[in-house]
């Protein structure tokens, strides 16, 4: 089943092609830069990345930022804080952290297919205290606590 997200093109973001699914079946729609001037990120550089759209995420639902696994792969670029969180109460322009961890400068152009969103449904729960977690056998184990 099909969802409609609304969004706001923003005046940076003239010409540039709204989110896209490239397959039937993809789960991540591409998100592409609204950057006027291509920027080159040296290795080690990061940079929030403008896709000239804002969104009107529907409640009860995320806007996840998750990197594109070619970028990662061929030059080390990926989305520092993925996934990325857009709340479904924000509705300033989406911005895309990207760093680069490769060896070599990265450009990124206008229009380029920078990472790619997911809508996915989250739980909003209350959160109670209480002196008493009960007993698991994992206990406070973590951090390789069941072996490497
Ligand atoms: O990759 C991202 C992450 C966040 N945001 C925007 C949308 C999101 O709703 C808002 C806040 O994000 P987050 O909660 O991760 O940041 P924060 O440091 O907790 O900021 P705030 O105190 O505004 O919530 O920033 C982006 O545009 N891109
Ligand atoms: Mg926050």
Redesign the pocket.
């Known amino acids: 089943m099909s969802r409609t997200i609304v969004f706001r093109r923003l005046s940076n973001g003239e010409g540039i092609d709204p989110p896209r699914y490239e397959t039937a079946g993809s789960a991540g729609a591409d998100i592409r830069a609204a950057v006027e001037d291509a920027i080159t990120l040296a290795p080690g550089a990061r940079a929030?990345i403008s896709?000239g759209f804002a969104f009107a995420v529907p409640q009860g639902f995320?806007?996840q930022?998750r990197p594109r696994s070619g970028l990662a792969a061929r030059h080390g670029v990926t989305?520092?804080?993925?996934?990325?969180?857009?709340?479904?109460?924000?509705r300033?322009?989406?911005?895309?952290?990207l760093v680069n961890l490769g060896a070599y400068p990265f450009t990124i152009g206008r229009g380029d297919r920078i990472?790619q969103i997911v809508i996915a449904p989250v739980t909003l729960c209350r959160f109670e205290e209480t002196d008493d977690l009960g007993v698991t056998i994992r206990g406070a184990g973590g951090f390789g606590s069941t072996g490497v």
């Open positions: 929030a896709t995320e806007m930022i989305v520092l804080n993925a996934p990325g969180t857009v709340d479904s109460d924000f300033g322009e989406v911005k895309v952290l990472a």
